[in-house]
């Protein structure tokens, strides 16, 4: 059984940082596709990053703030957060999805974790 378990989130100032993680367990990370996305109050869910193998992506709105990384020895994912602004806001998860959607869709995982609260003050 596949369980995906996010941590980090928080409250934090406008400008502050956070690192969010997601730990696995049923499978390894190293040999799909790991995606963040977000869900705003009031708002759709949308794709944050993704990373698979040696590759990363970011959506326009975190480029230059967000990273993605993974450390295989810990089954983990992270997501390091910088300069986070109010908008950042939202209930934070990660999710596995099929290799052949990059960056991956919605309509594409297969795993979701239950996410973590990130809360940006301004």
């Known amino acids: 059984q596949v369980q995906l378990v996010e941590s980090g989130g928080g409250w934090v100032q406008a400008g502050g940082s956070l690192r969010l993680s997601c730990v696995a367990s049923?499978?390894?990370?190293?040999?799909?596709?790991v995606g963040w996305f977000r869900q705003a109050p009031g708002k759709e869910r949308e794709f944050v990053a993704a990373?698979?193998?040696?590759?990363?992506f970011s959506s326009d709105s975190v480029k230059g703030r967000f990273t993605v990384s993974r450390d295989n020895a810990k089954n983990t994912v992270y997501l390091q957060m910088n300069s986070l602004k109010p908008e950042d806001t939202a209930v934070y998860s990660c999710?596995?999805?099929?290799?052949?959607?990059?960056?991956?869709?919605?309509?594409?995982?297969?795993?979701w974790g239950t996410g973590t609260l990130v809360t940006v003050s301004s």
């Open positions: 999710a596995v999805a099929s290799t052949s959607s990059w960056p991956p869709q919605e309509s594409a995982v297969d795993y």
């Open positions: 049923g499978l390894a990370f190293s040999s799909v596709t």
């Open positions: 990373i698979r193998w040696g590759r990363t």
